[in-house]
C-alpha cells in the first residue's frame, strides 16, 4: 500500500512534470544527474573508398527465345526434329505439302522462258529491220544513180533537138529525122520523170524501214520488261515455295513442339497463331533483375557483378551489366536491368532462379568506428565533443564497413530543426560507452 508520504512526493512532482516553460524561455540541454566531467575516447571521421555490394534477385532466361509459325497454309508432311534436340541456324524442322504452289511455281518459270524467247525474237526483228534499211537505202543510191543516167539523156536529146530543128529550118535535115529526134527527146523526158519518182520511193521505203526498225527495238525494251515482270513474279512464288521449309532461326534447343505428321495448318492474318516449334538459343543466357530505385544509378553499364545460382550449389559467375531500361519503372519504383552470361558448355537451365550482387565502391565515403554510433528508436545517433560538452546529433548512416559506417549527415536532437550536414575531418567523435552519455554533459578527452 503507498503511504501518504509518497503521495505527498507525486503531488510535489505533478506540477514539475506538467509545467510548461515560458515564451522567452532559453532551452537548456538536458544535462545527466551527474554534472561531473565525463572521461571519453574520441575520434575524428575520416575518408576512404567503401566498398559494398547491392544483392537482388534474378532469373535466369534464354538469350533467344522464338517462336517458329507456318506462313502458308498447308499439310505437314514431315517432322524433322523433336523435344530437347539440338539444331543449327537453318536446319530443316518440318516441311509443307502445298501441291497448288508448286505447279503455280512450275508457271512463273514457264512464263520466264516465253518472256526470254520473246526478247530473242524482237532481236531477231530488229536485225531484220536493219537489213532491210540498208537495202532500202542501196535502193535509194541505185534510184539516185538511174536520175543521173536520165538528166544526161534529157540534156542529150534536148540538145540534139534544138540541132535539128535548126538543121530542118536551113533545109539541111529533113522533117522525118528531126520528128524521130523529137521522140527521143519525150522519151528522156519521161525517163527522167520516172528516175524522180524512183528516187521519190526509195526515200519512202527508207523511212518505213527505219520506223520499222524502231518498233523493232523497242519491241526489245517490251520484252525485257515482260521478262522482268515474268521473272519477279516467279521469284516471288519461289519465297513462298520457300516458306514449305521451316527451318531453325538461329543454333538452339527445341523446347516446345507442336506439330505432327498430317496436320493441317492455316494461318489467319491478324490473330494469335499456334506455333509449330519453339527454338531457344543457350549459348549465351540472360539474367533479368529488378534494382531498386535508391540504387539505380549504381546499375550502371559495365558496372561488376557477380552471378549467383543457388541451383547448381550456389556456383557464381563474374559478370559485368550488359544492358538496362534506363528508367524506373513507375508502379514498381525499380529499374529493369540485364546482364548477359557465356553458356556454351549449357550448364546454365533457362528459368533457374539467381542472385545478382552489384559490386559498387564510393571512393570519398566519410566513416567512423562502428562503437561511434548509438541506435535507439529505429533512429541513429552520435556524441561529438564541442567546447568541453557532449552534444548528440542524429545520425544519417550509410554503408557498412569493416567496423566502420558510413555517415552521410548529422544534425542537432536540440535547438530549431535544421538540415543534415556533412561531417569534416575536424570534428570529434565520442567512441563507446555512447548510452551513458547525455546531451550537454561535461566530457574530457581519454589521453
Known sequence: ????????????LIPIGCSKPQANTTVVPTVASSSASVVVTVTRPISVPLNWSIEQPGTVQAFESTPVVAKLSGFV????????????AGQLLAELSIPELVEEAAQKRAMVEFAVAERVQSVKGVEVAKAQLKSSEAMVLQAKAGTAKANADFARWKSELKRAEKLVAERVLDTQTLDETKRQYQSAVAAKEQAVAVVASADQMVLEMQAKLGRAEADIQAAEAKKGVATAEAARVAALVEYTQIRAPFAGVVTARMVHTGHFLQPTAGSRVEPMFVIARQDIVRVFLEVPEAAADKASLGAKATVRIPAMGNREYPATITRTSRIINPETRTLRVEIDLDNKDGAIRPGVYAVVRIAVSTPNAIVVPTAAVLFADETAYCYTVENGNAIKRRVQVGKTDVGNLEILGTKPVSGPPTEYKPLTGDVKIVVGNLGSLADGQPVTEKK
Open 1 to 12: 500500500m503507498p503511504t501518504l508520504r509518497t503521495f505527498g512526493l507525486l503531488l510535489l
Open 77 to 88: 508432311r514431315t517432322v524433322k526434329v523433336d523435344l530437347g534436340d539440338v539444331v543449327i
